[in-house]
């Protein structure tokens, strides 16, 4: 993962403040028990909103009776979303979240409006959540700006930052 020199020195600092992890060498080994640290689920839970969903996760989570009873244009708005989106969809957007809450509004919608919502968020590593913008609760999940494991080079990167 390509950190910007903001997020490098971010990094430094933080490893800085860890009393474990400020005591370990400086070195190739080091980097790798420090990067493995962070890779790790952050402690406490730290909740994210995904960067992608697929369609065919989506469908798997769609109530097959709500589906069913969803009229014509919402049918329709779902066929063009899907067009337009063959990769899937972005929960992190706020746009694409209130699409299929408007889609799944309402009594009719309780069953697939709840299952989309859990298959919207995942728990954030603690790097992850070190770059991540927002709360963080399940009940407000926090946007990534930084996916993905970290490296023992992106250890070295930051410490020599």
């Not at 020199?5 to 080091?30: E, F, H, M, R």
């Not at 399940?138 to 410490?159: C, F, H, K, M, R």
């Given at each position: ?6 997020q ?9 403040a860890?009393?474990v ?7 190739s ?10 890779n ?9 909103w995904?960067s992608?969903?697929t ?6 989570n769609l109530?097959s ?7 014509t ?8 979303f899907?067009?337009?989106n063959?990769?899937?969809?972005m ?5 694409h979240?209130a ?6 509004s ?15 968020k ?25 996916e ?8 070295l990167a930051a410490w020599?930052?």
């Amino acid at each position: 993962m390509g950190l910007t020199t903001a997020q490098l020195q971010a990094l430094k600092a933080d490893i800085a403040a860890d009393g474990v992890l400020n005591q370990l060498p400086q070195n190739s080994d080091g980097a790798f028990e420090v990067a493995t640290a962070y890779n790790m689920l952050a402690s406490p839970d730290f909740t994210v909103w995904k960067s992608k969903v697929t369609l065919a996760e989506v469908g798997a989570n769609l109530d097959s009776s709500e589906v069913e009873s969803l009229t014509t244009a919402e049918n329709a708005r779902m066929q063009t979303f899907s067009m337009y989106n063959p990769d899937g969809l972005m929960p992190s957007r706020p746009d694409h979240r209130a699409f299929f809450a408007g889609v799944f509004s309402g009594a009719g919608g309780a069953n697939t409006s709840a299952a989309l919502l859990i298959l919207w968020k995942r728990l954030a590593t603690r790097s992850e959540k070190l770059f991540a913008t927002g709360t963080g609760s399940d009940a407000s999940p926090a946007t990534l700006t930084v996916e993905g494991n970290i490296s023992y080079q992106t250890v070295l990167a930051a410490w020599a930052s």
